[in-house]
């Protein structure tokens, strides 16, 4: 069987462009399947994926939370944290506006708009996170010092199970 070729998504230019190391994970994309689908297919901890969530305040501003595959966003504790009022997840078509991504291949990395990004601190802890690089089915590999040294992420602790 043929090695499927890398994507050459936004993301993979972004990270190409700030000389980044990375791994390239391909997988069957599942339709509503998430973290839980691609941590199965790949043989992943799904602790270690990370989902990209584009999130609005009251005021509609855009930001990009961080989380453990395996953990919810408590968004009345990141509204807490950011001192806004309501924090809510985007639709889908509003979050692709914002991105430039379909949801399920939606990444931090090369978004349409520039967002504040929020990540929840553990991820730091972890020898290698797999993030979405712009493309249903496609995960990349890489340390999470290189995602905080090229998005420079709020660290928050809004996680849970």
Do not use: W
């Not at 996170?129 to 010092?145: S, T």
Request: aromatic share 6%; proline share 5%; with cysteine.
């Amino acid at each position: 069987m043929a090695k499927e070729k890398t994507p050459v998504t936004a993301a993979v230019r972004q990270l190409r462009a700030e000389n980044t190391i990375f791994s390239d994970h391909i997988y069957a994309y599942e339709d509503k399947g998430g973290t839980a689908a691609s941590s199965r297919q790949l043989g992943f901890d799904e602790h270690s994926v990370i989902k990209t969530l584009i999130m609005e305040d009251e005021n509609h501003r855009a930001l990009i939370v961080l989380m453990h595959g395996d953990l919810q966003v408590s968004t009345k504790e990141l509204a807490r944290e950011l001192g806004v009022k309501q924090i809510s997840p985007c639709p889908p078509e509003t979050a692709q506006k914002y991105s430039g991504y379909m949801v399920g291949g939606t990444s931090p990395f090369g978004t349409r708009q520039k967002m504040p990004v929020y990540m929840e601190e553990s991820i730091t802890e972890l020898q290698k996170i797999y993030i979405n690089g712009g493309k249903r089915g496609y995960l990349v590999g890489l340390a999470p010092d290189e995602l905080m040294r090229i998005l420079k992420p709020r660290l928050v602790n809004v996680g849970i199970r």
